[in-house]
C-alpha cells in the first residue's frame, strides 16, 4: 500500500526542493560582483554629479556677478552717452 504514496510524496516534495535551490542560489547574487560593480558603478556616478552640480552653481554665481558688474558699467555708460548728446545738442545752439 505505501507503493503508491511514494510518487506522491516526490510529487509533492519535488517542486518545494527546487524551488529552495533556485531560491539559494539567486539569494546569493545581491553580494555578488556584479552587484558590487553596479553600486561602485552608482556611487561615482552620483559623485561625478554632485561634482559637476557644484561646479555648474560656481559658474552660475560667477555668471551673476559678469551680469551685474556689466549692468552697473552699461548704466555709467548711458549715462555719459546721454550727457555727451545734451553736450553736443547745447553746443550747436
Known sequence: MAIWLVPIVVALIAPLVAYLGIARRLSGRIAT???AKL??????MREEYRTRALECEQEVKRL???IQTCTTRNTA???ENRELRNDLS???N
Not at 39 to 44: D, K, T
Request: proline residues 0%; hydrophobic residues 30%; aromatic residues 6%.
Open 33 to 35: 560582483s556584479d552587484a
Open 39 to 44: 553600486w561602485e558603478e552608482a556611487r561615482l
Open 90 to 92: 547745447r553746443s550747436r
Open 77 to 79: 555708460l548711458r549715462r
Open 64 to 66: 551673476r556677478n559678469e
